[in-house]
């Protein structure tokens, strides 16, 4: 059997079996050291897989540390420390410099510290990034219970049209063009929600691989039914204003393109927060799977070795 047969998230379950883990399956892993519940994750950009080295660098530094950031936080955690693996070609010290410079950045615009690393050669450049963060209580994909409304934080599908964008490679971009590329190239975890999420929140997650995969994930491992509705699910301007350029449709794009970096949780309707950029696009029901518009929704997001 081929890793392209059973995708991304079968892989972690065999994985997970083998391990015969019962930390595995979340955003980070909490672990309780005496009274502290420390959250720690990783995750890894590559190299004409997550981005070109035509890039601006420094956006390339910003996002590793912010994807990071994102896990901590839709489990409710502070970010705290980081450890950054690098991989490198021969390539330009001022490349790698630049990265650095977006690196530090972020890591003083989520307060956060970076404390170290490793390097070591290869083809393409490749950065790994692993976090430390801490929770007063630990908010993970498990405690959607019936009755909870479907929460998420900002429009969806922005990221998946500013990468589209990127890729056509023109001379020169209209405004909201330059918006939708902003959103791809530096994604800001949505830090402004952790105390929301920390006291109120019964299931999180980060929305990284498309609401669509995300919220199946969310109702496994709930083992709830959520029931969500096209209408309520929040688009941008631009996002609008580009599938009317292209004759595509903005609600493809919100279900099924990663890396939004948003938040999907769940907490009791009357929790909602006027002050806070969260929308209500659905319900927890009893039963399984994910409807939208009272129809099955199948996961069309983000899979590492699904859509190679």
């Known amino acids: ?21 019962q930390v595995i399956g979340d955003d980070t892993a909490p672990i309780k050291i005496k009274e502290a519940t420390l959250l720690l994750t990783c995750d890894v950009l590559l ?4 981005f070109k080295l035509n890039y601006p660098p420094s956006t390339i530094g910003w996002k590793a540390i912010s994807v990071n950031v994102s896990d901590i936080v839709a489990n409710g955690g502070n970010p705290l420390y980081a450890l950054i693996s690098l991989v490198l070609p021969d390539m330009d010290l001022s490349y790698v410099e630049e990265v650095y410079v977006g690196i530090k950045k972020a890591s003083q615009f989520y307060s956060c510290e970076v404390v170290g690393g490793n390097v070591s050669k290869g083809e393409k450049l490749c950065i790994d990034v692993f976090m430390l963060g801490q929770a007063e209580r630990f908010v993970g994909r498990k405690g ?61 997650m ?7 995969s995300d919220a199946d994930q969310l109702s496994k491992a709930s083992d709830v039914r959520l029931s969500l509705l096209s209408e309520k699910i ?74 190679i």
């Open 206 to 212: 980060d929305i990284s691989d498309g609401l669509s």
């Open 47 to 50: 190299q004409d897989r997550h």
């Open 1 to 21: 059997m081929r890793l392209s047969e059973i995708g991304e998230f079968g892989l972690i379950e065999r994985l997970r079996a083998i391990l015969e883990s």
């Open 234 to 307: 929040p688009i941008s301007k631009e996002l609008a204003t580009f599938c009317k350029k292209h004759g595509k449709k903005p609600i493809e794009y919100a279900l099924s393109g990663g890396e939004d970096y948003q938040l999907l949780f769940t907490h009791p309707p009357d929790r909602l927060n006027p002050f806070l950029s969260m929308v209500q696009i659905g319900i927890v029901e009893k039963g399984e799977g994910v409807f939208l518009d009272g129809r099955p929704l199948e996961p069309t997001g983000f899979d590492h070795f699904r859509m």
């Open 144 to 204: 959607a219970r019936e009755g909870d409304g479907v929460f998420v934080s900002g429009a969806l599908g922005d990221s998946k049209a500013g990468l589209e964008l990127l890729l056509m490679e023109k001379k020169s971009y209209e405004d909201f063009e330059l918006k939708l590329i902003e959103k791809h190239l530096r994604p800001t975890a949505r830090i402004d929600f952790l105390k929301h999420i920390s006291k109120y929140a019964t299931a999180s």
